[in-house]
């Protein structure tokens, strides 16, 4: 089997489903980071097993840059800005 190659339209198809997935990864990230910290406020976890409240506030600040970055990537994206 031979492979063509991708055509400009192949190539915008492929950009616009990878944007989608970063971005609904990025959601479920977001999920994720406030199920953290509400467990971690409801039950006290970070007294309860030792988890410094340096060491929680890092954890959430890094789900947040990551965020960001995909999310920033996203919207400069000017294939999927349909421009």
């Given amino acids: 089997m031979k492979l063509r190659k991708p055509t400009p339209r192949d ?6 489903e990878y ?8 959601d479920d990230m ?3 980071r406030d199920g953290v910290i509400n467990t971690m406020n409801e039950t006290g976890v ?5 988890f ?5 506030a890092a954890f959430i ?6 965020h960001g970055q995909f999310d920033a990537k996203f919207k400069s994206d ?3 800005n349909g421009e």
Wanted: hydrophobic letters at 40%.
């Fill in 61 to 66: 600040r890094q789900l947040d840059t990551c």
């Fill in 46 to 50: 970070s007294q309860d097993f030792d």
């Fill in 11 to 16: 190539i915008t198809k492929f950009r616009a």
């Fill in 30 to 32: 977001l999920e994720y």
């Fill in 19 to 26: 944007w989608k997935l970063m971005n609904e990864l990025c």
């Fill in 52 to 56: 410094p409240e340096m060491a929680r």
């Fill in 78 to 80: 000017k294939i999927i």
